[in-house]
């Protein structure tokens, strides 16, 4: 793997782009210059759990389902968060079902 400009190799890094949710993908999104695994997966991580986040607070609201739905998102989140950090420390693009195609078209129209 090669260092991402953060210094930090690019497996790393991509694994951190996770740690936090979609505010590390932020961070990471904000911050790398040079690479473009370290900027899919930072992406990634931004529109899927920035996507999980507001469904989650949005369905706190729903009456009577809305516990069974929210409980089942967070579910889903924490599966998805592990499975990304692994990939990402393994160096693959493992994209999330329907993101993350669109987290690399993403990424790859952002100026590096």
């Known amino acids: 793997m090669n260092n991402s400009s953060t210094g ?3 497996n790393v890094a991509g694994t951190l782009c996770y740690a936090a949710g ?3 993908g932020l961070v990471f999104l904000l ?3 040079s690479s473009g695994y370290v900027r899919f997966h930072a ?3 931004l529109m899927t759990f920035g996507i999980l986040a507001v469904a989650g607070f949005l369905i706190q609201f729903a009456p009577g389902l809305g516990q069974l739905v929210g409980f089942a998102l967070g579910a889903l989140s924490l599966v998805l968060w592990i499975v ?3 990939k990402a420390w393994q160096g ?3 994209k999330v079902p329907f993101i993350g195609d669109e987290a690399e078209k993403q990424a790859g129209r ?3």
Request: net charge negative.
């Open 8 to 10: 930090l190799t690019e």
């Open 22 to 24: 979609w505010i590390t």
């Open 31 to 33: 911050v790398e210059k």
């Open 43 to 45: 992406m990634q991580s």
């Open 84 to 86: 990304c950090m692994v």
């Open 92 to 94: 693959e693009r493992w």
């Open 110 to 112: 952002m100026s590096l």
